[in-house]
């Protein structure tokens, strides 16, 4: 009778796998140190222009890279292009009104550094290995390239919620808050374990009898 089977993951003792993690960890924590700046940076005109597409109401008077005290912050200095209406209040654009938000680099790379980690302390084949690794760092770079965007973008409007609609719902600031509070350490953990998964089901031999 034929038939077809996938072989799982191979998952190692808690110990191994504990010391194993430790490693990879350290490894990405060490290539985020040191690479981190220069991707986040890369990624800014797509973050430029996200941010122009998520919201034309806004114009964008400065988007890059600065030092706030011992972070690594990108910035954003912003102005209102447009007017709208807000918890009853109309907003008009004003010559010399501007906000500015930051985010730090080491809280955006922060899956960046987590998937990889978790894909690559897994043993297995070396073929498997490269696939969850490859799976790992293009999930949380397509998740940095929106995630970056999304969270300057939802810092401003938090100031004008905050200041004009304090009990207006926000399913952008919901996620928001859920990322801030520990959101990106879970997105780096699940985008860890998909990858594994799908590497698995990519590169595992199937048997026919």
Not at 131 to 149: C, E, K, Q, Y
Not at 174 to 191: K, P, Y
């Amino acid at each position: 009778m034929p038939s077809s089977t996938t072989a799982a993951p191979v998952w190692p003792s808690p110990s191994g796998f504990a010391l194993a993690l430790i490693v990879t960890f350290t490894l990405t924590l060490v290539l985020a140190w040191a690479w981190g700046q220069t991707l986040v940076n890369a990624l800014l005109p797509t973050t430029h222009a996200l941010l122009g597409w998520f919201d034309d109401r806004f114009s964008i008077l400065f988007l890059g890279i600065d030092h706030d005290r011992q972070d690594t912050v990108v910035r954003l200095r912003v102005s209102i292009a447009t007017i709208f209406v807000m918890g009853g209040q109309v907003i008009a654009p004003q010559p010399n009104g501007w906000m500015e938000v930051t985010t730090t680099i080491g809280a955006m790379l922060q899956p960046l550094v987590i998937a990889p980690a978790i894909a690559g302390a897994l043993p297995g084949r070396p073929a498997v290995r490269l696939m969850r690794l490859v799976i790992a760092i293009s999930l949380a770079l397509g998740f940095l390239v929106i995630d970056l965007p999304l969270t300057l973008y939802a810092y401003v409007w938090d100031m004008l919620i905050d200041n004009l609609d304090p009990n207006r719902f926000s399913l952008l600031l919901a996620w928001h808050e859920f990322l801030h509070a520990g959101g990106r350490l879970g997105m780096g953990i699940l985008l860890g374990l998909l990858a594994i998964s799908a590497a698995s089901s990519t590169c595992s031999p199937k048997k026919t009898t």
